[in-house]
């Protein structure tokens, strides 16, 4: 871990105890943040989300990831069979156990039941099942390689594993934080189409005659493909607009009589001031001319 910056060993920290920046601890504390993936959408997204999304993108390159950890393993002269099994393993995403993939009489079926006791997610952050480095003592002690010791192959694995899990959290805060344009994230742009489309389907009967041109083919043509800022101009319209209809039908249904308005309350019909009485400014007498005040001096 010292190899590493002080940035990464803090996320190390917080991702192994479970208190990272994941929606389900953000909307806690914040009532704006929704505790749902911002790649799938799925509710409560936790720190084990991280590494089993089913985002088309993320999946794309989770399985990226894994073929990379596989090519490192092949390379720094794991056996084939047991590279193909780890592979294999980490492809489910933590669905299914290792022993469940492993045929009955293999050599690494007790490293899979060893393997099922650690879990899948602590092999993600580079915990290593001690089977494992008594397997691969004997094999790299043949080679006789004074680079490849066991305990340099054990803490090569950690950290590819390790930073494997590290590119899955960046990619994911790339479309919570990453601003591609009008100073807007990725999930920002998203929530404004989607309300765009939702007020899409209001029937311009809804809106008072002057507004209803925000609703015509035209207009629409023009709303999909304008910017994300003109659009929240066009929602703060069509909000405007519904409530003036609104409040004129409130306005219709009320009765006025000498400054009062009859309504129910209670069961009981009561006379109570109206709004336009309480708006309308109280008679003052006008001040007297000069010519009047000069008649009274006399």
């Not at 192994?16 to 704006?32: A, E, H, M, Q, V």
């Not at 304008?226 to 405007?240: L, M």
Request: charged fraction near 25%; hydrophobic fraction near 35%.
């Amino acid at each position: 871990m010292k190899e590493f910056t002080k940035t990464f060993q803090d996320w190390v920290t917080r991702h192994i105890s479970d208190f990272n920046g994941c929606n389900r601890y953000l909307s806690r504390w914040k009532p704006t943040v929704k505790n749902v993936c911002p790649s799938c959408g799925i509710a409560n997204e936790d720190t084990k989300h991280i590494t089993r999304c089913k985002d088309t993108s993320r999946t794309a390159l989770f399985m990226e990831g894994i073929e990379d950890i596989r090519s490192w393993l092949v390379t720094n002269h794991t056996p084939p069979h047991l590279a193909s099994l780890l592979h294999l393993y980490l492809s489910h995403r933590g669905d299914v156990t290792m022993e469940s993939l492993t045929p009955p009489h293999s050599p690494y079926l007790t490293l899979a039941q060893a393997q099922d006791l650690i879990g899948f997610d602590n092999l993600l952050v580079g915990r290593l099942p001690k089977l494992l480095i008594t397997i691969m003592r004997p094999k790299l002690a043949i080679l006789n390689q004074r680079k490849l010791t066991i305990d340099r192959w054990a803490k090569e694995l950690s950290r590819h594993l390790l930073l494997f899990t590290h590119r899955q959290w960046t990619y994911r805060n790339s479309t919570v934080h990453y601003k591609p344009s009008e100073g807007k994230t990725v999930a920002e742009h998203t929530m404004v189409d989607d309300q765009v489309r939702s007020l899409l389907q209001l029937s311009p009967v809804l809106l008072p005659p002057q507004h209803r041109y925000l609703l015509t083919e035209e207009n629409r043509t023009t709303l999909l493909q304008g910017t994300t800022s003109s659009k929240q101009f066009w929602i703060a319209e069509i909000q405007s607009a519904l409530a003036e209809a609104a409040l004129s039908r409130r306005m219709k249904r009320i009765k006025y009589k000498r400054g009062t308005v009859r309504i129910r309350r209670n069961g009981r019909t009561i006379n109570v001031s109206s709004l336009l009485s309480s708006l309308t400014p109280p008679a003052v007498e006008k001040e007297k001319g000069l010519k009047w005040k000069k008649g009274r001096w006399k």
